[in-house]
Each structure stands twice: as structure tokens, then as C-alpha cells.
Nanobody, 114 residues
Framework: QVQVVESGGGLVQPGGSLRLSCAASGNIFSYYRMDLGWYRQVPGKVRELVAA???????NYADSVRGRFIISRDNTKNTMYLQMNSLKPEDTAVYYCNCNSLYWGQGTQVTVSS
């Protein structure tokens, strides 16, 4: 069994920054081989991919966040990060992390508002 827990969400003003973390634990012996991703969802809409990072370190971003968000990983800690800068109200959502298209966290709320 694998557990995935997000943290770091909260309320921030437009233009501000937040750093999300996603820690994986449990029956993980090959975290470094996993492809990882951050998703977000607002009520009534489909969950969308925000950023992804492969086991080899290649990254991919949604057009709406490219240049503002940075995804990274620390395989020694089984943890993934999402640095979010220049936040906009439209970034408001519940953010989820995913490991290898199998394991999901419970989500963390990000609210961008003045």
C-alpha cells in the first residue's frame, strides 16, 4: 500500500507564491522510477494536469502555468514539489499529486484572492 499526502496549500494574494509538497510513503521501493504529476480541479470541471516530471527528470507544464510554476522531485525523500509563483485568481483549485498514474493524494486547497 502506498500513501500520498499533499501539503502547503493555503490562501495567498494575487502575485504571491506558494510551495506545495507531495510525500509518498508505504510500500515504495522504486520511487525514483515513478513518473509524477500535479493536477488541479475546481468544482464542476474536469481535473487537469498542471505539471509532470518523469523518472528521468523531464518536465512538462500546462500552458496556463508555464513560466510561473516549477515542478521538482527529491528521490531521497520520496517527495515532489510544486513551486507556484505569480499566482492568479484562476489558479484557485484543489491541487492533487499523482504517482505513476496509480496513487492519488487527498488534495490541498489553494485559494488566490485579495
Amino acid at each position: 500500500q502506498v500513501q500520498v499526502v499533499e501539503s502547503g496549500g493555503g490562501l495567498v494574494q494575487p502575485g504571491g507564491s506558494l510551495r506545495l509538497s507531495c510525500a509518498a510513503s508505504g510500500n515504495i521501493f522504486s520511487y525514483y522510477r515513478m513518473d509524477l504529476g500535479w493536477y488541479r480541479q475546481v468544482p464542476g470541471k474536469v481535473r487537469e494536469l498542471v505539471a509532470a516530471i518523469t523518472s528521468g527528470g523531464s518536465t512538462n507544464y500546462a500552458d496556463s502555468v508555464r513560466g510561473r510554476f516549477i515542478i521538482s522531485r527529491d528521490n531521497t525523500k520520496n517527495t515532489m514539489y510544486l513551486q507556484m509563483n505569480s499566482l492568479k485568481p484562476e489558479d484557485t483549485a484543489v491541487y492533487y499529486c499523482n504517482c505513476n498514474s496509480l496513487y492519488w493524494g487527498q488534495g490541498t486547497q489553494v485559494t488566490v484572492s485579495s
